[in-house]
């Protein structure tokens, strides 16, 4: 009859039921009720609201007992005919029992039934990572919805990541005139809002590789390790992205912007990032690299940067992907730190990495993806599979938690709604363990989250994140209809689009091969009319949805607009490669091809500033812009 979100460790049920309810006598341990206090949530607010009739004149006690042998985050849950007793030992725990109690009181239609429960999480840290960096910040409405979602789905660990220009360093809002960062006082409001929800919300912003938008300036230019930019992967040049990490401006910069972020967040931690510093030892450095190797450079920059965070109170976090392939890097590294791993295809594991540091004696969490960026709805089978074997290795091997990354690579087209399911897959396995039941997350979703009347939200939301299946193209962290269109390999002619297609199989071979993927052979094979025939199908399913959430109809729109969109990558791609022989058939379908991408982008803005801010929608839709001009050029040229 039950079925909760996420499992609890065990359920016991017995015969009889608390029926209509109109006042606790609530007993509340002191500790528990001050922590709860200290963090801003009112306790016998949350009680009250459990009262079911007013009038019916049935009082019952509500205790709230300190037992210090459970787990930091659990509770012991009794409903029995006197009333309810929840023992925890920590405000987090009372919290989290309370949330069992709504969901028991919904499901039972006003009745709790007479049970025991015990319940603690499997994993200390459960936390998602959402990329404000890459051109889309969320409006402060979206980021206090998305706080009140992942509390609910116990999701304990909060991060935005930063690189550039997306929260206001007062100092330098002269450089970036046309964006809408993020204010300290915003910043603030949601440090607070998150603590009221035993939400620890993580200060993050990358010091070292990312830096792009930084470097891009005049001002800041003469810091990066290769000024003039460098060539990626022997495939195509990039723009410096790397700080001269042995030059003390470099230092005195990142620790500039940080005093300034830090003031805003009372998190004991700090995540600093410093992974893919490409350019590292290829410039500034070379000789410095020749003579004592690039791990010590590295190595030396990440122990003055956690000097600063011991100097600061904050315990650093960071990305591990500069030293986990070297033994003694990680050894050498402060065991003060907090090491994240990174993988993001389901067919790579976790586990060597996490032997590595449970051997070494790090901290460290794993850190699976939404798998939405480099998409457009994602890649859902992808994202489970990765979800499951990291929540799986950190449980086996010590680690204090998983990360679920959501980025925004390459313009962030994808809509937040598209990683909802990884953000309940991650609450789910991340409490309950791996082999937890997906059919609790499927419920929770369809009844709490959607409030979907027809109970296939979840799945159409899934089903719509894997018509990559379709596509048969050897890619990784990425789907062929949104590389096609995407601005990474944007292309001016036919010639080029051709080099284009040969850089991103050459790229995803060298993904896979860092990964130790196993390599797919290098042949796109796109199933365009089995693709077709899937997404009419999609689309009849979200003509049945249902929703009553806040936000429905923009799911229902982001939903469409996600198909419109693959639909266009689809077709670009399969008339590049099978019509621009026949002359006239494909004139007509570039000018169809224009006329779709022209109304789809409309939407596209019309979706995206219901749920973020106007600064960097041009940078993120600038693609779609080239690809416009692209169509009117070949048009004109065919003509």
Not at 78 to 88: E, F, M, N, V
Request: one cysteine or more.
């Amino acid at each position: 009859m039950y079925k909760l979100y996420p499992e609890p460790v065990s359920v016991k049920i017995y015969e009889g039921f608390l029926n209509a309810v109109s006042a606790f006598h609530a007993d509340i341990d002191g500790l528990i009720l001050a922590q709860c206090e200290q963090a801003g949530f009112s306790v016998r607010s949350a009680i009250d609201g459990l009262c079911t009739d007013k009038a019916c004149g049935s009082t019952y006690r509500f205790c709230v007992n300190r037992q210090e042998s459970l787990h930091a985050q659990g509770y012991h849950l009794l409903i029995h005919a006197s009333g309810i007793t929840i023992d925890a030992a920590s405000g987090a725990g009372l919290y989290y029992g309370l949330q069992t109690l709504r969901q028991l009181l919904d499901q039972g239609g006003g009745r709790l039934p007479f049970l025991e429960i015990d319940d603690y999480p499997a994993l200390e840290l459960r936390g998602i990572m959402l990329d404000i960096g890459r051109n889309k910040i969320p409006s402060m409405e979206t980021m206090y919805s998305l706080l009140d979602m992942l509390s609910s789905m116990r999701i304990n660990h909060v991060q935005f990541y930063m690189e550039g220009y997306c929260y206001q360093y007062k100092k330098y809002s002269y450089l970036f005139s046309s964006d809408t960062p993020v204010t300290g006082e915003e910043f603030r409001a949601l440090d607070a809002y998150a603590k009221s929800r035993f939400i620890d919300l993580v200060p993050n912003q990358n010091v070292l590789g990312h830096m792009e938008q930084w470097l891009a300036t005049p001002q800041f230019n003469p810091l990066a390790e290769c000024e003039d930019g460098f060539i990626f992967e022997n495939l195509f040049w990039r723009p410096p992205m790397t700080l001269d990490a042995n030059d003390p401006e470099s230092l005195a910069f990142v620790t500039e912007i940080l005093d300034e972020l830090l003031e805003n967040f009372t998190s004991p931690l700090l995540n600093v990032n410093m992974d893919e510093p490409f350019e590292l030892g290829q410039g500034k450095n070379k000789e410095t690299v020749q003579k004592s190797g690039k791990a010590a450079l590295y190595l030396d920059y990440a122990r003055k940067i956690n000097d600063y965070c011991k100097s600061k109170n904050r315990r650093m976090m960071m990305w591990g992907d500069q030293v986990l392939e070297n033994p003694d890097s990680v050894e050498a590294l402060p065991k003060d730190i907090i090491l994240l791993d990174w993988i993001y295809e389901g067919d790579a594991h976790f586990e060597t990495h996490a032997r590595l540091m449970q051997r070494t004696g790090l901290d460290y969490c794993l850190c699976p993806g939404t798998s939405s960026w480099g998409s457009i709805t994602g890649r859902t089978d992808n994202m489970r599979k990765n979800i499951i074997d990291a929540a799986d290795c950190a449980i086996r091997y010590g680690g204090k938690g998983i990360i679920t990354t959501d980025w925004g690579d390459l313009g962030h087209w994808q809509y937040i709604s598209c990683s909802y399911p990884a953000f309940s897959l991650t609450g789910l396995y991340g409490w309950s363990g791996s082999s937890a039941d997906e059919g609790s997350a499927l419920l929770y979703c369809n009844k709490y989250l959607y409030k979907d009347a027809s109970d296939t939200a979840y799945q159409t939301a899934c089903d719509l994140g894997n018509y990559y299946h379709y596509e048969h193209a050897p890619l990784y962290n990425t789907t062929l209809s949104f590389a096609v269109m995407s601005s990474k390999y944007t292309f001016d002619s036919l010639e080029e689009f051709d080099s284009k297609m040969q850089r991103l199989l050459t790229l995803s071979a060298n993904i896979a091969r860092t990964n130790h993927i196993p390599p797919k052979e290098p042949v796109i094979a796109l199933d365009y009319k089995g693709l077709t025939e899937y997404l009419d199908g999609l689309e009849e399913k979200i003509s049945a949805l249902r929703l009553s959430c806040d936000d429905g109809p923009l799911i229902i729109g982001e939903m469409r607009n996600g198909i419109r969109m693959i639909r266009h990558g689809a077709m670009l791609y399969h008339s590049l490669t099978g019509h621009k022989q026949e002359k006239e058939l494909f004139k007509e379908e570039l000018a169809d091809l224009y006329k779709q991408l022209d109304a789809l982008l409309k939407e596209h803005y019309s979706l995206w500033i219901a749920r973020n801010r106007q600064g960097g929608f041009d940078k993120s839709s600038a693609h779609m812009f080239h690809l416009l001009r692209f169509y009117r050029k070949m048009i004109k040229e065919l003509a």
